[in-house]
């Protein structure tokens, strides 16, 4: 168990520019969720995965936003015409089973700076 | 839908104080419930969790939680605070049938030598 691993660690883009996020998530998890944590709040669900299937999207999620996790392995966030606005920690989970008591396993989370 | 009030969002406690953190969760169904704690610039760790069974949860690092469903509440306390402790700690109740945590806003704890 190597843990959900999350990269890069920090991001600094121009607003405009379009920015992918990776997420390794424990190997034989088949569950991985995609969260956003902006200052002094808690984690916000934007989407999550079983397998290669997503199955469910936040309404925060806008079009700008994509995510996908080919072969049910590693995922990917992309924003596209990134805004101010997006500036936030986005943290990757992943969990093994459908029971609704796995715990998420969480990675350290990419920290996305727009100017 | 799960809806989680966690009160005070900073707590601050003397080293070697009891340490509590409330939680409270709105739900007909008695959910799942997570307490997670999150050092700075780091992702979210598991500190226990309440599925069924015995209402009292012990976790990591000297933490517990009582589950009370009369109260629908979720507290997290731990007998005698440490330095280590200094952190935010978040509730996250998961009813039956949610596929996603639903985070409170979170409780910043600072620890006073």
């Known amino acids: 168990d190597t843990g959900v691993s999350q990269n890069p660690r920090h991001k600094i883009t121009k607003r405009g520019q379009n920015v992918t996020f990776r997420c390794d998530p424990i190997?034989?998890?088949?569950?991985l969720y995609w969260y956003r944590q902006t200052l002094g709040q808690g984690p916000e669900f934007l989407t999550y995965?079983?397998?290669?299937?997503?199955?469910?999207k936040s309404r925060l999620l806008s079009d700008r936003f994509s995510a996908e996790r080919p072969k049910g392995s590693f995922s990917t966030l992309e924003i596209q015409r990134t805004e101010q606005g997006d500036s936030a920690m986005y943290l990757c989970?992943?969990?093994?089973?459908?029971?609704?008591?796995?715990?998420?396993?969480f990675g350290n989370g990419t920290r996305l700076t727009v100017t | 839908a799960q809806s989680v009030t966690q009160l005070g969002s900073h707590v601050s406690v003397s080293e070697g104080a009891l340490v509590l953190l409330r939680c409270n969760y709105s739900?007909?169904?008695?959910?799942?419930l997570f307490w997670y704690v999150q050092y700075p610039n780091q992702g979210l760790q598991l500190l226990l969790k309440?599925?069924?069974?015995?209402?009292l949860v012990k976790g990591i690092n000297g933490f517990e939680a009582e589950f009370k469903k009369s109260e629908t509440s979720f507290h997290l306390t731990k007998p005698s605070a440490h330095m280590s402790d200094a952190a935010e700690y978040f509730c996250a109740p998961r009813g039956f049938g949610n596929e996603k945590l639903t985070f409170g806003t979170g409780t910043r704890l600072t620890i006073i030598p």
């Open positions: 309440y599925t069924t069974g015995a209402t």
């Open positions: 989970a992943s969990s093994f089973g459908d029971s609704y008591n796995s715990p998420l396993h």
């Open positions: 190997s034989e998890h088949n569950r």
């Open positions: 739900s007909s169904v008695p959910p799942y």
């Open positions: 995965f079983q397998n290669e299937a997503q199955l469910e």
